[in-house]
């Protein structure tokens, strides 16, 4: 594993106070034809049911693999726990098994294979001494979420996760299911973000490549 070993806190807004709970993700970063290919598949969604999601170079394409809300005085603590859980970790095969969906949004379905399960399952367990659930939309990048952002990752571990952890990469909102062909992957590179509206990916904490 070689991490990008900059302390987290550095990457955070001014006037961040130690306080402040931080809307936290641990994900895969894709390869760049996957991430391409996100990109161009949620360029191609309807732009009048889109409500303003787009991945780009700033909403980065990305597989959740946990979610929670930690406080900016533990977050340097977080991270290393994170590092520590991925030492000995070898890149994740992994395959886009076609599109799938939730509610309105639209995504391209990864098959959660028993390695991706157990490194959820090891970093859900390892990170539950660091999460809070009073999260607002000051911890999301920019301080711009939607009452449903905050709910989504306030209520992750109890929603989302172990047995309901349905690994994706979201694409954006359509009312029908993209043409999304099967990709098969090397996940190589982890990364701990601060996510944003839509609870995208928007700003790295630290990057690991494994």
Known sequence: MNPEHEPGTRNLEPGTTPATPIAFAVVILPPP??????IELSAALPEAESRGLRLDAERMPHVTVTQQFV????????????????AGVAALPLRVA???????????????TPALIDLHTRLMDGL?????????????????????????VAGFRRSSSYTAFRPHITLGHASTLPAVEPLTFDATTIAACQLGRFC???RVLRKWEL
């Open 33 to 38: 034809a996957v991430w391409r290919r996100a």
């Open 71 to 86: 406080p900016v005085e533990r977050l340097d603590a977080a991270l290393d726990h994170v590092e520590s859980t991925l």
């Open 98 to 112: 076609g599109a799938g969906r939730g509610a309105n949004s639209v995504w391209m379905a990864i098959e959660p």
């Open 128 to 152: 539950i001494p660091f999460e809070r659930r009073d999260g607002t939309e000051a911890a999301f990048f920019g301080g711009d979420a939607r009452p449903g952002d905050i709910a989504w």
């Open 200 to 202: 995208t990916c928007r």
